[in-house]
Each structure stands twice: as structure tokens, then as C-alpha cells.
């Protein structure tokens, strides 16, 4: 699988691509099977992008080593952060980002953050063992199933959340 950078030329929207080769994308591209999800336009192109260049095995830095350090038997890291390649974002959709930022910051406003103990926490609080109270947290694709599966009203979050610990 390869992964596109695709620009929509009509309202600049910028979205990824996956495909099975670069032939694929073209042949696709040229029977209009490719459309702008934001806006619908055909009128798609390859974003410029920057190579992903892997460093040498025996160059590893200390913070790609530390990285590769915290992986779980899943392959995903631990502490996962939000990273983008677009270069420039059109002002409605920073002002949209901002608008759902600020409904987020209100909703977490009485919430506690309890980290990786949310599924504990959300369980406890649903079984009557604990007094109920908004919460906030990470869990696993697993939890957040077993978690539904159990009835355990819980919702995803839009945004990422900053643990307060690392918030300066």
C-alpha cells in the first residue's frame, strides 16, 4: 500500500489517498473514480509531499530508541500525538478546529483526568461502586469494546487531550 497527499484543486482540501501502487492511483484518478470528501470536486491532485526517509539502524537517536522502547505487542506506541504534513489551513477550517476546541475544553471543564485507569474508573463509576462523575482518559479499541459491550456509556473525544502532566 502507498499513501497519497491528495489536494482537492477546487476548495484546497487537503486529504490522503491509499492505494496499492502508483498505478493504481493514476488508473483511478483517470476514470474519475477519486473525489474531494470534503467537497466532492474531481478535480484532484498529488500534494507535495516530503519523503519519509528512515534513518540507519546503527544512527538511531536516543529519542527514536525511547520511541521504539514504548511499543505494545500491538506495534502502536503508547504516547501516540497528533502530527499533520499540511502546510497551510484554510481560515474556515481553523476557525471550525477552533470552535470544536472550545466546546471540548467546556465539556472536560468538571471533568477528571484519569489516564490509562478510565476503563477501571468508567466501570466502577457505572456499577455503583464509585460515586458518578464525568471522566476522562485513554483506553484500548479492546476496552472502549468491552466497555460498550457492557453498556458503559462512554464517548470519543474529537480532539486529542493533552494528560495534564505534560501540559506547561
Known amino acids: 500500500m502507498i499513501v497519497f497527499d491528495l489536494i482537492c484543486r477546487d476548495g484546497e482540501h487537503l486529504f490522503e489517498g491509499w492505494f496499492g501502487s502508483s498505478r493504481d492511483y493514476e488508473d483511478q484518478l483517470r476514470a474519475g473514480l477519486i473525489d474531494c470528501p470534503i467537497c ?8 507535495v509531499m516530503a ?16 520511541s521504539a522502547n514504548q511499543m505494545d505487542v500491538s506495534g502502536e506506541t503508547e504516547n501516540k500525538q497528533p502530527i499533520s504534513n499540511a502546510t497551510e489551513i484554510s481560515p474556515e477550517y481553523s476557525e471550525l478546529v477552533g470552535k470544536l476546541a472550545k466546546a471540548q475544553a467546556k465539556i472536560l471543564e468538571k471533568s477528571k483526568w484519569v489516564g490509562a485507569d478510565f476503563s477501571e474508573q468508567a466501570r466502577a463509576i457505572h456499577y455503583g461502586e464509585k460515586d458518578a462523575s464525568p471522566i476522562h482518559g485513554t483506553a484500548s479499541k479492546d476496552d472502549v469494546a468491552e466497555l460498550e459491550e457492557e453498556g458503559v456509556e462512554i464517548m470519543p473525544l474529537p480532539l486529542p487531550v493533552n494528560p495534564p502532566e505534560s501540559q506547561n
Open 51 to 66: 519523503p519519509n526517509v528512515g534513518i540507519k539502524a546503527n544512527q538511531r537517536s536516543s529519542a527514536a530508541t525511547s
Open 40 to 47: 466532492g470536486s474531481a478535480a484532484i491532485e498529488k500534494a
